[in-house]
């Protein structure tokens, strides 16, 4: 199947099958640097069928929606060299800017766990004209990493985070200021819902939020403004 197939093949199907929009990213990207993470991302999604072959002028239209420019074909083609041939991906590189790339690394289990991420949000954050897109979509992967299993809301676990600021600035190598403003950027733009507490801030996705205020409110937490 061709890259165009596969591209038109997700959307249409999107809003079937919520499978179809969503996409399992091994934790261990994590580690990544924030724009190799933010590639990969999109890598994880294109190969949920067999493998393909793609030029970097494909991968610029899935994440920007748009003509190629100089300066994202650099990018696009030095981080898919790195990706591959420092393993992080499996794959070939069949000629400067041109790729077949292979799902089998991709596959999540027991000795890699996953994350989940949305795609809907992801193409919403990468085809946005915020300078920090890359670290968005990184700080919102480690956030949802960060939700506790161990919370059963109304039958669902994992949908709500509690770690402190100081922990988020760590894992992404940034300072609380930072993490701050990220924070706010996502909440503005509906994708997180945030509670702030006395203690440490609550988190959950924003399509999350109405249950996470119910259980907040049962356990009868104080807010602050």
Known sequence: MSVVKVFWHFW????????KSTVQV???????????????????????????HITVSNINYYLYGDKPTKDRNKFISDTMDSLIKNNYISGEILSPGEY?????????NKEHPFIIIDMDIYFLLMRS????????????????NSFNYNIDIN???????????SFLATKMRKSHTTISSYTKILEDLKII?????????????????ELIILYLNKLDIDGIL
């Open 12 to 19: 249409m199907v999107k809003g079937k099958s919520s499978m």
């Open 155 to 165: 039958g669902k676990c994992g949908i709500i985070g509690h770690m402190p600021i």
């Open 100 to 108: 077949l790339i292979y799902n089998q690394n991709f596959a999540a």
């Open 26 to 52: 091994c934790k261990v990207f994590l580690e990544l640097p924030e724009k190799e993470f933010s590639l990969l991302i999109l890598l994880c999604w294109i190969t949920k069928l067999e493998e393909q």
């Open 129 to 144: 004209k915020l300078n920090n897109k890359y670290s968005l979509v990184k700080y919102l992967a480690i956030l949802i």
């Open 193 to 209: 819902y945030v509670f702030r507490s006395k203690d440490n801030n609550i988190y959950s996705l924003y399509k999350n939020r």
